[in-house]
């Protein structure tokens, strides 16, 4: 599908995975409304005047259902229209000359620490959840 004009909020900002799926089911025309969070996001999608819309991760094929977005849609008035499934990497983003050894704590969002729970269970480091992967 492809809309001129199309407006939708998504959470997360530039280059963000959201972002990305905006970009693949409505085309490079799309106009993103970048959120902070996924409450944002849908106060944001229901009201009309400000835009079309939203694209909002609601299933995870690693980490399961996003239970908390179902919820947060079955309190709106949006309903799902469409799909889109993208292929997931992650990379953990390092200062040059630090090695995995010198690393203390990771910091992203929840669903990306769980998707790499298998690379990050080999290391001792502290996990620290944040509102986005950015």
């Not at 025309?29 to 009201?47: D, L, S």
């Not at 005047?49 to 849609?73: C, F, H, Q, R, T």
Request: with cysteine.
């Amino acid at each position: 599908m492809h809309y001129m004009q199309t407006k939708v909020s998504i959470q997360g900002y530039e280059g963000s995975f959201h972002q990305v799926a905006a970009r693949t089911f409505f085309g490079k025309q799309v106009e993103v409304i970048p959120c902070a969070t996924f409450r944002e996001v849908i106060k944001i999608a229901g009201n009309k005047k400000e835009s079309d819309g939203a694209v909002m991760a609601i299933e995870n094929s690693i980490a399961g259902s996003i239970l908390p977005n179902y919820n947060l849609l079955q309190k709106s008035n949006l309903k799902i229209v469409g799909e889109v499934y993208l292929q997931i990497k992650q990379n953990l983003l390092v200062n040059p000359g630090v090695k995995l050894e010198d690393i203390r704590e990771v910091h992203s969002h929840t669903m990306a620490l769980q998707q790499c729970y298998d690379f990050l269970d080999k290391y001792k480091w502290k996990l620290v959840e944040t509102e986005d992967t950015a």
